[in-house]
């Protein structure tokens, strides 16, 4: 008995993994961002909080000299990566939102993409399920920074 994986690149004219990525858009997406998301753990993992090395700075805070609704997210992540989270919240308050939905679309994505490789009958209600949980959670995690951005709007 032949494997799924094995009927399914058969079935669509795939040869191995690259023709899989190649030539499933959803897959090649997913692929590069949990690559992106990998990076930022990364970032915050060897940017040490206690030597404060980052290379990016804030250019808000540059620029004006008062800090913005993402300063300090850099240390947070740092913190975070590190298991002080309650340290990480006097940096940014926001910090364990915005780090819990990365941690949340990095495992979206390993996980939806064997579900599509898996399943190829399903997959228009992998990207509906996925447009709509990612939305909703982009919602949630980012609510203070899209207010913030209307309210500075507003105000010039």
């Known amino acids: 008995m032949r494997s799924p994986m094995t009927l399914f690149l058969r079935k669509n004219n795939h040869t191995g993994i690259r023709g899989l990525i190649t030539g499933e858009p959803y897959l090649l997406i997913n692929i590069i961002l949990a690559g992106v998301i990998v990076l930022i753990f990364a970032y915050s993992g060897i940017f040490s909080p206690v030597r404060d090395n980052y290379p990016v ?3 808000h805070e540059k620029l004006t000299g008062q ?7 850099s ?9 002080k989270v309650g340290e990480a919240l006097t940096w940014n308050i926001y910090g364990l939102r915005i780090f819990l939905f990365f941690a949340l679309q990095l495992v979206m994505r390993v ?3 064997a579900i ?4 190829p009958g399903i997959r228009k209600q992998i ?14 995690a980012f609510w203070p920074f899209i207010i913030n951005i209307f309210t500075q709007v507003l105000q010039l």
């Open 57 to 59: 700075v804030c250019i």
């Open 75 to 83: 240390h947070s992540f740092s913190l975070i990566v590190r298991g």
């Open 67 to 73: 800090p913005c609704i993402s300063c300090g997210l």
């Open 111 to 113: 996980v939806l993409s």
């Open 127 to 140: 990207v509906v399920y996925d447009a709509s949980v990612s939305g909703l959670v982009f919602l949630i």
């Open 116 to 119: 599509w490789i898996r399943n």
